[in-house]
């Protein structure tokens, strides 16, 4: 971000540049008339205000739905991964699914569009002839440290945390904490951050297999109580498995977890509105819930680190 505090000016697109001059003029100009920024702390004691679909409630300012400027009015323009199941499936062209669709289409709500108002392009399209993004959001598993230096990033809307699957009716699946797995066997796939973060967070020492297929074939042996695995591989592995597998819990996230961020152009004003309604998301529970649709219910049950 530049040192002059971004807003959104109501200016029509086509008489905006994406230059990053012309940006950092506008951003220092509303500095200079006082316009105050899209993430002013929630009063103390006050309940949040509810996230509609006329946008974020009054009293946001500068990121009301009528101030908004993206590429083409009234339209959001959605960049897209390749299909990453559970992240995003592309099932039709005008109808794509998947975690990322519902966190772009909420959000698309809190800033006041419809889910028929986003216009998906993949992101390896969306670049003009000059290099320059040629979107307003991008959602696609993006990781701030690899492309900090050509795009902004709003807080995280997903942290990688570690699950515990483990057959049922066996002991392992009544823990409750770490310290009861001081005894248990746990396998991980070689290399993996699970090995990492069984190692250093639980401090136990895990059993390394090539592949989540040879885990699983080690714990219907018995040889293994349970597996830890990233939260994004739970679906696939219940789904592929021959036994019975079931959700022990998550792990608190690592300090060094993965976390995917929304991305935006350099400069662009609506990044404030957009870590606005994430922040919102975030405490009415919504990114929760969709965590839990998207990569199963039993994930909202934490194993707690003592």
């Keep these: 971000m530049s040192p002059c505090h971004a807003v959104a000016i109501n200016i029509p697109r086509a008489h905006r540049s994406r230059s990053t001059g012309m940006r950092l003029s506008l951003l220092c100009l509303a500095i200079g008339l ?6 002013s702390p929630q009063p103390a004691g006050l309940p949040p205000e509810p996230v509609t ?14 101030n908004l400027t993206t590429l083409d009015s009234g339209r959001l323009a959605v960049a897209h991964a390749k299909p990453k199941p559970p992240y995003y499936t592309q099932r039709s062209l005008t109808g794509p699914i998947g975690f990322d669709v519902d966190i772009a289409n909420e959000l698309g709500e809190g800033l006041g569009f419809e889910a028929s108002q986003l216009g998906w392009s993949k992101l390896d399209r969306v670049f003009d002839r000059d290099g320059h993004p040629n979107f307003d959001i991008a959602i696609a598993q993006l ?21 515990l699957l483990a057959l049922p009716d066996t002991p392992i699946t009544k823990v409750t904490s770490t310290s009861e797995l001081v005894k248990s066997t ?21 059993v390394a297999y090539l592949s989540n297929a040879v885990i699983k074939a080690a714990i219907r042996d018995r040889h293994i109580a349970g597996m830890v695995v990233p939260v994004e591989d739970v679906p696939s592995i219940l789904a592929t498995s021959s036994e ?17 961020h929304v991305a935006l152009p350099i400069g662009d004003p609506l990044l404030e509105c957009v870590d606005a309604v994430l922040e919102k998301m975030n405490k009415l529970g919504q990114l929760d819930a969709l965590r839990a649709k998207w990569f199963t219910d039993g994930v909202s049950r934490t194993i707690r680190l003592v």
């Design 34 to 39: 006082g316009i105050a920024g899209c993430a």
């Design 53 to 66: 679909a006329t946008g974020l409630a009054p009293g946001i300012g500068d990121c009301s739905f009528a």
């Design 143 to 163: 990781q701030k440290q690899k492309f900090s230096a050509s795009l902004e990033f709003s807080g995280p809307y997903f942290t990688e945390t570690q699950v």
């Design 186 to 206: 746990l396998g991980v796939v070689l290399g993996s951050t699970s090995q990492a973060y069984v190692r250093d967070e639980l401090g136990l020492d895990p």
């Design 244 to 260: 019975p597998l079931v959700v022990v819990g998550q792990f608190p996230p690592a300090s060094t977890a993965l976390t995917y």
